[in-house]
């Protein structure tokens, strides 16, 4: 695939704070029009990279291009050409969602824009339109965010945790609105706290941690890279010990109490599990029994070795 192909490429991005590698020499590429997710903890270096590529941070070394421009020789065209969501936006509290917009408008003079009704019709914030902002609801406020971020009707849109705050209906409707974009050949680089999320919506995810990229794929593909085992969670206080000898077992994770099991053989491992309760074996009763196939919540948490938190 050529250069051209790509909306973002990214190469050996370093960005250290004294001792503190925050972005340890990340090389990331973005197709055009596709969703790509980054997924890491606080702290594993998403939110510097980002940053970057955005044009908001200067890396130490490492080379940029976004949209075929160079970051930051060309950062004046590319600002032009991208929308931001931040996570926590500083709004006018006394202006309402109509004003506001309206106001966003006035940075892109010569540009083609959205019109403001067609931008809150989108984020579905209709009844809201003469609400100030100081009076929206959380979820309500990150909504009117992301339509900001698409005031400039950008090539290449950027959604930090995008639907933070709000309930799973709005959630799933901001999600048909990404797809949307996506449709009119918009590309997408997104960051958030819910795997679900970005197993519905992303084209690939990069996983990062510690300041580097530790996997990158589809998110089909990094459950068959990392699994073909089925996963057997509950809730049980005394860990992973007991669980470890059971037939068919091949890996146990533990997160907050929680224990997953992967099974190469389930009907094995669940005929001991069963047995070792029904014989005392272990120490309380299995709560909240679930058995499923692998996800990309359970390849976070093997490569992670912890869960990715809201």
């Not at 509950?234 to 890996?251: K, M």
Request: include cysteine; aromatic fraction near 6%; glycine fraction near 10%.
């Amino acid at each position: 695939m050529g250069n051209d192909s790509w909306a973002i490429a990214a190469e050996d991005l370093r960005k250290y704070y004294g001792q503190t590698k925050a972005v340890d020499g990340i090389t990331l590429r973005v197709k055009e029009g596709e969703i790509f997710g980054m997924l890491g903890p606080n702290g594993a270096g998403k939110s510097t990279t980002i940053e970057m590529i955005e044009g908001l941070r200067a890396p130490d070394s490492g080379t940029i291009t976004v949209l075929g421009l160079r970051q930051p020789q060309e950062s004046r065209a590319i600002k032009m050409r991208i929308g931001i969501q931040l996570q926590t936006t500083a709004l006018y509290p006394r202006l309402t969602v109509t004003e506001i917009l309206d106001l966003f408008h006035t940075f892109y003079r010569g540009r083609k824009t959205l019109p403001t009704d067609q931008l809150i019709e989108m984020v579905d914030l209709g009844e809201k339109r003469t609400t100030r902002s100081k009076e929206l609801s959380g979820g309500q406020r990150q909504r009117l965010s992301v339509a900001l971020a698409l005031v400039n009707d950008a090539d290449l849109v950027f959604l930090d945790e995008p639907t933070t705050g709000m309930d799973p209906q709005a959630r799933r409707q901001l999600w048909d609105v990404i797809r949307n974009l996506q449709q009119q050949g918009k590309t997408i680089l997104l960051t958030t706290h819910y795997l679900e999320e970005a197993e519905q919506l992303c084209d690939r995810v990069a996983i990062v941690d510690h300041g580097r990229i530790i996997e990158m794929g589809s998110p089909s593909e990094l459950v068959h890279r990392y699994f073909s085992e089925i996963a057997i969670s509950f809730s049980d206080p005394a860990g992973a010990d007991p669980y470890r000898s059971l037939d068919g077992v091949t890996h146990v994770s533990v997160e907050d109490g929680r224990v997953t099991l992967y099974s190469s053989d389930v009907l094995h491992t669940m005929g001991g599990l069963l047995g070792r309760q029904n014989g005392g074996g272990v120490g309380t009763a299995l709560r909240d029994l679930n058995v499923h196939s692998a996800t990309l919540e359970d390849v976070f948490l093997k490569l992670t070795g912890r869960a990715l938190r809201d």
